[in-house]
């Protein structure tokens, strides 16, 4: 019996995120917006970091900047790789941006970004836990804003 049998079946070509906290795993779809892309989602998976972890494989699709930067406000200690032909090409982990634009709601119904049209903008305090700062009504929160 095999301990390295594959639990999630091989990606040709497109983006493999792993290491996704388990209970997150839904969230980066729903950030990213996957819908019609060719998706092999896999949960409960052990990890030693995490212990339990999501995976998600994407065909055909490399993930811009700013998706990256969804994924690390949701997912911190991801790694992304992307495969071609079967091949890993590339594999790296996110890297957690000192600011985020545009990427999640102000939890302050008072800020200028909730009630302007004014792109949000966190500064980051920490990774883990997540937390940010608003630049504009300069209010702290953890990572249960709202993701644009
Ligand atoms: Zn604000």
């Known amino acids: 019996m095999s301990e390295k ?19 997150n795993t839904f969230k980066i779809l729903q950030i ?15 990890s030693k970091k995490l212990g339990k972890k999501g995976i998600i494989k994407v065909a055909d699709k490399e993930l811009s ?5 969804k994924v690390s406000f949701v997912a911190p200690k991801a790694t992304i790789a992307l495969i071609k032909d079967y091949d890993v090409k590339k594999k790296f982990e ?25 792109e949000t903008h966190f500064f980051t305090l920490s990774q883990d836990p997540i937390i940010v700062k ?3 009504c300069e209010k702290v929160f953890s990572n249960e804003l709202e993701i644009i």
Do not use: Q
């Open 5 to 23: 049998k594959r639990s999630i079946s091989a990606l040709k070509n497109g983006t493999v995120i792993d290491h996704i906290k388990n209970e």
């Open 32 to 46: 990213l917006n996957l819908k019609d892309e060719h998706l092999m989602i896999g949960t409960n998976l052990k």
């Open 65 to 69: 900047k700013e998706e990256l930067n």
């Open 94 to 118: 996110i890297d957690f941006p000192k600011e985020f634009v545009g990427v999640a709601k102000c939890g302050n119904y008072n800020c200028i970004t909730n009630n302007e049209p004014v």
């Open 134 to 136: 608003c630049k504009y």
